[in-house]
Every structure is written in C-alpha cells, then in structure tokens.
C-alpha cells in the first residue's frame, strides 16, 4: 500500500486550515503534516517536514504567496505546490506558476476540487481550476509562447498526461517535457 501524501497547509485563515484540514483527514490516502500561518512559518515547517504537497494562499501577513514559493523551490526544486486563492487575475496566476506553483484552485472552490488538486500535484500533474488556465495561456502569450507551447499548455489545462499529449500532437515525450520546461520558464 502507498503511504499517504503528507501535505503542509499554508493560509492566515484559520477557518480555512480547519477547513481544508478536516478535508484531508476524510481521506485515507492524504495526512496532515503540518499547518503555517505565514510564509515564515511556511519555509520553517517546510524544511522540517518536507511534505509532498503545500497548500498556499496568495496573500500572507508577512510576504505573497508567489515569494514564499520562490524561496521553497529555491531550496527544493522538487516541491509541490497548490496555490489556493480569491485572486483569480491573470497576473495573480502568471505570478504563482513562474515561482513555482503546479497548481492554482480559486478559493471559492468546493473542497473536493482542492483535494483533486492536491492528488494531481502529489503525482506532479499540474491543477487549475476552471478558466483559470485560459487566463494564464491568455497572460503567458504576452511572453511569446510558441504555437507549439500554446497548444501544449492547453492540453495540459485540460487535463491531458504528457503520454496524452504525445499522442495528441503526434510528437515525443522528450519534446513535451522540453515544451513544458520552456512554458514554466517563461
């Protein structure tokens, strides 16, 4: 049997760790390891526990949520990260995905989305919730994305895995992975 995917919860809102929290324990393939008030915390409780998964919010009492995430993946490059916010503008969700964030779900989703979310992260599968992804493909051709990546990064907001996508657009893993290297980077 898999051991659970152990996740780190990040938000100043203690409604929603409880929240989020009391999701988690309802199911037996995710645990808690931890909660963070702050992007303090959060890096702190981050290093100690090393989670499989964080949930962050975008706006912390000490810092934004897309610095938080810059400095955890500075340190560990492999981490995963849900950001969970009300802020559902293009610049909110570019902002997060280029820090680091694999997965952005609106604050005003049901708790099932955000589990969702957590499981696809866990398995390094990017999230974002309905018509967010179109506006960070809307933000990011602002950055010249190929046609190629464009066509990449809608398959992959659609749900589609990198084998998918290899056999949808006729082209090699290799060249999907290079794509989604080249779509994060910019």
């Known amino acids: 049997m898999k051991p659970p ?21 309802r199911h037996s393939d995710l645990t808690l ?29 000490d810092r934004d949520g897309d610095e938080v995430i810059a400095e955890i993946r500075a340190e560990f490059p492999e981490a995963r990260i849900v950001l969970i916010s009300i ?7 570019f902002r997060a995905t280029k820090a680091g964030a694999i997965a952005y779900v609106s604050k005003a989703a049901k708790v099932s989305e955000i589990i969702q979310a ?19 493909a809307n933000r990011h051709t602002q950055e010249n994305l190929t046609p190629r990546e464009l066509e990449v990064l809608q398959l992959v907001a659609s749900g589609l ?26």
């Open 5 to 25: 995917i152990r996740i780190l919860i990040v938000d100043d809102h203690a409604m929603v760790r409880f929240a989020i929290s009391q999701a988690i324990q």
């Open 33 to 61: 390891v931890g909660e963070a008030e702050n992007g303090k915390n959060a890096v702190a409780l981050y290093r100690k526990l090393l989670p499989d998964v964080v949930t962050m919010d975008f706006k912390l009492p």
């Open 161 to 186: 895995s990198n084998k998918e996508i290899v056999a949808e657009l006729h082209i090699s893993l290799s060249s999907v992975k290079l794509h989604l290297q080249n779509i994060f980077a910019k």
């Open 118 to 136: 957590i499981r696809r992260v866990a398995t390094g599968k990017p999230y974002f919730s309905e018509g967010l992804e179109e506006k960070l």
């Open 87 to 93: 802020f559902e503008n293009a610049e909110s969700i």
